[in-house]
């Protein structure tokens, strides 16, 4: 008898916690169904890449000169920098520059450390393809500017959610030209300015 009653006593503290979990996962559901959709219709609506968004590494063939920085910098040492040694001029002459993005963490160590600027970000994201082995980008590939989300005419550019407006969450009543929510770097360079030169004076006029 006793048996039978600790059985029913354990299966009723189950169903009792089964129904709190579902409670708590339909509170969940609720919730979203009172918020606004913010699905994006990809591919013909696009969310506009911040601003410090590391995508595919762009490269400048006529600034590189080979001198293998970004292979030293690089924490797989993936750049693959083919190079001959010029006599005449004795310097370095570049014959071929290529990075494998199949592989690459696009950490931009080595658009950080180049000394001539010749690698830099960009906000291209999409490298998806059905052999790994084109994803080996070579300096042709690599030179080639990809289009801005906001320059392409087939594709509606939307804010990520970190950028909308105080109050928004809907980014599709709001147009990309719109101001963001925050500041940018030179914005708070040029206030930061502003205050030391009110502050100059004050410190002028006490002395």
Same mark, same amino acid.
């Given at each position: 008898?006793?048996?039978?009653? +600790? ?14 979990? #579902?409670?708590?996962? &339909?509170?969940? $559901? ?7 959709? #913010? $699905?994006?219709?990809? %591919?013909?609506?696009?969310? /506009? ?7 595919? #590494? ?32 004795? !310097?370095?002459? &570049?014959?071929?520059?290529? #990075?494998?993005?199949?592989?690459? /963490? ?35 590939? @690599?030179?080639?500017?990809?289009? !801005? ?8 550019? @939307? ?11 809907? %980014?599709?009543?709001?147009?990309? $030209? ?9 914005? /708070?360079?040029?206030?930061?300015? !502003? ?8 410190? +002028?006029? !006490?002395?």
């Amino acid at each position: 008898m006793l048996n039978f009653l +600790s059985k029913v006593g354990d299966y009723a503290k189950e169903t009792l916690q089964a129904a709190k979990y #579902i409670g708590q996962g &339909l509170s969940v $559901t609720f919730d979203h169904m009172s918020r606004r959709p #913010i $699905t994006v219709q990809y %591919p013909y609506e696009k969310l /506009i890449p911040s601003e410090r968004f590391r995508g595919r #590494i762009h490269f400048e063939f006529d600034k590189c000169i080979s001198c293998e920085v970004c292979v030293r910098v690089c924490p797989i040492n993936l750049p693959v920098v083919d190079w001959e040694f010029n006599k005449e001029t004795k !310097k370095k002459n &570049l014959k071929h520059y290529s #990075i494998d993005f199949g592989v690459c /963490i696009f950490c931009a160590n080595c658009v950080e450390y180049c000394p001539t600027n010749c690698l830099s970000v960009t906000e291209e994201y999409e490298l998806a393809a059905y052999d790994r082995h084109e994803l080996n980008f070579d300096n042709v590939a @690599m030179g080639r500017l990809p289009y !801005k989300v906001t320059d392409d005419p087939m594709v509606s550019p @939307m804010r990520e959610l970190a950028y909308l407006p105080k109050g928004v969450v809907d %980014p599709h009543v709001v147009p990309h $030209t719109a101001p963001r929510a925050g500041k940018h770097p030179e914005d /708070i360079l040029q206030e930061l300015e !502003k205050q030391a030169e009110r502050q100059t004076p004050e410190a +002028s006029s !006490k002395n």
